[in-house]
C-alpha cells in the first residue's frame, strides 16, 4: 500500500543542522509533489515545504525560507529536508506528505507518514 | 497569510449523536474557478493526520458518509451525522487557495 516513512529526526544544539528522509513506497514516486508539515509540542499543524514531481517547483513557509532546503531521489524514491541553523522553535514532529493529485501540485495532502522528531535544545 | 480560526476548540459527544465544527478563514476561500479550497483532517491519539475532506465537500477515499463538509466563502462547517467511538482525535480545517494554513484544532472527545 501507499507508504511513507521518515527517518533522520533527533536532538541537536542550537544553530546546528539535520537532514531528513522521508522513503516512499506503494505508488509512482515521480508522480506526485511531496510536502513537509511539522507540528509543535501540543500545537497545530504548520506547512514547511513542498517540491514537485518533475523537480522543477519548490517553496517554503516563510520561517524557514533560506535555512531549509528541501530534495528528492528519484532513483530512491527519497525526500529530503536539509535543515540549517536550527532553532528552539524549530522543535516539532515533522511528517511527510504525498500530494492528492498526480502531476499537479493542490497541496491538498492525502497519504501521511508517522513522522520524525527534532529537538533542537542545547 | 490566510489565518483559520476554528471552533469550539473542544467538543465532548454522546456517541450516536450528530457533531458539528465551524471554521473561519480571514478571507474568502472561493476562488473564480468554482472550487473552495478548504480541507478538513482528522488527527486520531498517537497517529499523524488523515485527510477527510477536500475542497469544501468531498469526502477522501475511504472516509464514512457520516461526515460532510459545507460552507463557501469564509464560513465552513465538519458535520459528523452520528458520531462513533473511532471519531475521537482533533480536526483541522485548512486551506489551500493560498500558502497553506491551519486552523488550531478541534478537540473531539466522548462523553
Known amino acids: 500500500q501507499e507508504q511513507l516513512v521518515e527517518s533522520g529526526g533527533g536532538v541537536v544544539q542550537p544553530g546546528r543542522s539535520l537532514t531528513l528522509s522521508c522513503a516512499a513506497s506503494?505508488?509512482?514516486?515521480?508522480?506526485?509533489?511531496l510536502h513537509w508539515v511539522r507540528q509543535a509540542p501540543g500545537k497545530g499543524l504548520q506547512w514547511v515545504a513542498f517540491?514537485?514531481?518533475?523537480?522543477?517547483?519548490?517553496d517554503y513557509a516563510e520561517s524557514v525560507r533560506g535555512r531549509f532546503t528541501i530534495s528528492r531521489d528519484k532513483f530512491k524514491n527519497t525526500l529530503h529536508l536539509h535543515m540549517t541553523s536550527l532553532r528552539p522553535d524549530d522543535t516539532a514532529v515533522y511528517y511527510c506528505?504525498?500530494?492528492?493529485?498526480?502531476?499537479?501540485?493542490?497541496?491538498?495532502?492525502?497519504?501521511w507518514g508517522q513522522g520524525t522528531t527534532v529537538t533542537v535544545s542545547s | 497569510e490566510i489565518v483559520m480560526t476554528q471552533s469550539p476548540a473542544s467538543l465532548p459527544v454522546t456517541p450516536g449523536e450528530p457533531a458539528s465544527i465551524s471554521c473561519r478563514s480571514s478571507?474568502?476561500?472561493?476562488?473564480?474557478?468554482?472550487?473552495?479550497?478548504l480541507q478538513w483532517y482528522l488527527q486520531k491519539p498517537g497517529q499523524s493526520p488523515q485527510l477527510l475532506i477536500y475542497?469544501?465537500?468531498n469526502r477522501a477515499s475511504g472516509v464514512p458518509d457520516r461526515f460532510s463538509g459545507s460552507g463557501s466563502g469564509t464560513d465552513f462547517t465538519l458535520k459528523i451525522s452520528r458520531v462513533e467511538p473511532e471519531d475521537v482525535g482533533v480536526y483541522y480545517c485548512?486551506?489551500?487557495?493560498?500558502?497553506?494554513?491551519f486552523g488550531q484544532g478541534t478537540k473531539l472527545e466522548i462523553k
Open positions: 517540491m514537485s514531481s518533475d523537480e522543477t517547483n519548490k
Open positions: 506528505a504525498r500530494d492528492r493529485r498526480r502531476v499537479v501540485t493542490s497541496y491538498i495532502m492525502d497519504v
Open positions: 475542497l469544501g465537500s
Open positions: 478571507q474568502s476561500l472561493l476562488y473564480s474557478n468554482g472550487f473552495i479550497y
Open positions: 485548512g486551506q489551500t487557495l493560498q500558502t497553506p494554513t
Open positions: 506503494g505508488f509512482t514516486f515521480s508522480d506526485y509533489s
